[in-house]
């Protein structure tokens, strides 16, 4: 009897791989390969540029949230001991601030009038490698600085690059003393007059000037004012700046009451740019290299 229960049992229970039979698995799909960010793409150029800084140099310190980059890298390369005997010239009072919270010594253009290598971001680049700076505002030291360097290397991401200068449709500084703005406004309407598509306000403390077009109801709010104590008016073309852009800054640097304009035309040696698929470095033969 035992043994007939045994064979009972036996027969009874499936084969032990029935139990738990194998369930087929789909392999993971691989994980999406994320695009670098805007932020992501400044730092890899203004890296890039920073490997062209030796020791002993007199450095030109741009402004804006992709020179920030450059100004802690140096300042890294500084405190670990790779760069020695730098001195750095700011081209605003926040690039002096971020510098020297980065160990960058400072110095100026009184002690130092030639400068072997600036580094500084841009607002739009043409072909030519023209720019368009100073949406930030510091439009007038960054020209002094970068125009009294030797060589002066342009960090950008590729949104930065442009058929023509004002082609994004955001503004082209025009920096402009507080005495008689109006009037000086009103002389830069007529210098344009006929333009299509032109326009131009007053920038106010409230205006971002990277983010916004032509805006409306400006005149009752406080004026946006620069380091040097002046004011800022904008021009704004709606399909870019069309002609001899060295006669058009001749014609606008010779309106009584203007300072400097934000076109940088003839200053750059190279333009850094970071794209989603590698670096490449522009100069006026056009791209020389791609990493």
Known sequence: MPAACSRALDMALPLP????????VAPAPPSPVTAPSQDELKRVAAHRAVEQVESG???GLGTGSTAAHALDRIGDLILRGELRDIVGIPTSEWAAARAASAGIPLTDLNAHPVIDLSIDGADEVDPALNLVKGRGGSLLREKMVEGASRRFVVIVDESK????LGASGLAIPVEVIPFGWALTLRR???LFDGVPGFNLKLRTAATNAKASTFGENWSDLDPFVTDNKNYIVDLFFENGIHGDLNRISDEILRITGVVEHGMFLGLASSVIVARTEGVVVMNKEG???GI
């Not at 690059?161 to 023509?164: E, G, I, Y």
């Open 287 to 289: 791209i020389s290299n």
């Open 17 to 24: 791989h029935l139990l738990h039979p194998a369930v087929a």
């Open 161 to 164: 690059l442009v058929p023509r």
């Open 188 to 190: 830069l309407q007529s």
């Open 57 to 59: 140099m007199v450095l």
